[in-house]
């Protein structure tokens, strides 16, 4: 199953508000972070994947990829574009971020 992607550009409902508003203001300590930086531009999609399956498999615990062959994919989302809803209860993922930010 595959979460649904949406961007959360403006729609023609002026009512409904999103969740999450951009924000420039965001800014994170890169000291003591445990997490290896990657120049994704440069790879293609089979490296990213090994990328991110090897992540999952060192987060997780996991002994192996067994669980995560086939289940694992790389997808290049442009600015603004939810990756999930909270209220979304079709939405089962976990998400790996290799570059960008989430805010």
């Known amino acids: 199953m595959v979460p649904d992607v949406t961007s959360n550009t ?56 067994d669980l995560l062959k086939g289940n694992v994919q790389v997808r290049d989302l442009p600015a603004g574009t939810y990756i999930m809803k909270e209220e979304s209860h079709k939405d089962v993922a976990l998400v790996y971020l290799l570059s960008g930010a989430l805010l």
């Open 10 to 65: 403006p729609q023609n409902t002026p009512q409904q508000q999103p969740d999450v508003q951009p924000t420039s203001s965001f800014q994170r300590s890169k000291e003591g972070s445990s997490f290896k930086k990657h120049n994704t531009d440069t790879m293609d999609e089979q490296a990213l994947l090994q990328i991110a399956t090897e992540a999952f498999v060192k987060e997780l615990g996991l002994e192996n990829d």
